[in-house]
């Protein structure tokens, strides 16, 4: 993935102790992985049509200099390229995110540009609590 993306890693401490217990169990955390990246293909695909990144604010309005050919009303779409999200799963991590390059410019700004930051990933409280249920359910399985 070229443009921009996420990696849930173990950073969270109360992840990490599911991730752990899970790694011990399972040893390869794929399947797991793959669970957590069709959950958050959902969440941020709602999350990108209401147009509000992670901490829920909403994103910057476009500029009055902005001209698009279509889809003039909707922020980060032209053709729906952004919103077409996709994930990789492995043993050891999750990555989830867009292949566009431009991924980056809108998740992070560009203000040689005057393109503010419009977040379209990150986790969400509704995102880690799922993510903290799902690891308990594959816990007790």
Do not use: C
């Not at 993935?1 to 599911?18: K, L, S, T």
């Amino acid at each position: 993935m070229a443009g921009a993306f996420i990696i849930i890693d173990y950073n969270d401490a109360e992840i990490r102790v599911f991730l752990e217990k899970l790694q011990e169990k399972l040893g390869d955390l794929t399947p797991v992985f793959r669970d957590l990246g069709e959950s958050l293909l959902i969440s941020h695909r709602e999350r990108f049509n209401r147009g509000i990144g992670p901490d829920g604010a909403p994103w910057p309005a476009l500029s009055p200099h902005t001209h698009k050919k279509k889809n003039q009303d909707k922020l980060l779409v032209l053709d729906g390229w952004l919103r077409q999200l996709n994930y990789q799963a492995s043993g050891t991590e999750l990555r989830l995110g867009t292949d566009r390059l431009y991924g980056a410019t809108h998740q992070f700004g560009d203000p040689d540009r005057h393109i503010p930051a419009r977040p379209f990933l990150g986790l969400d409280e509704g995102e880690r609590a799922a993510i903290l249920e799902t690891l308990a359910d594959w816990l007790a399985d």
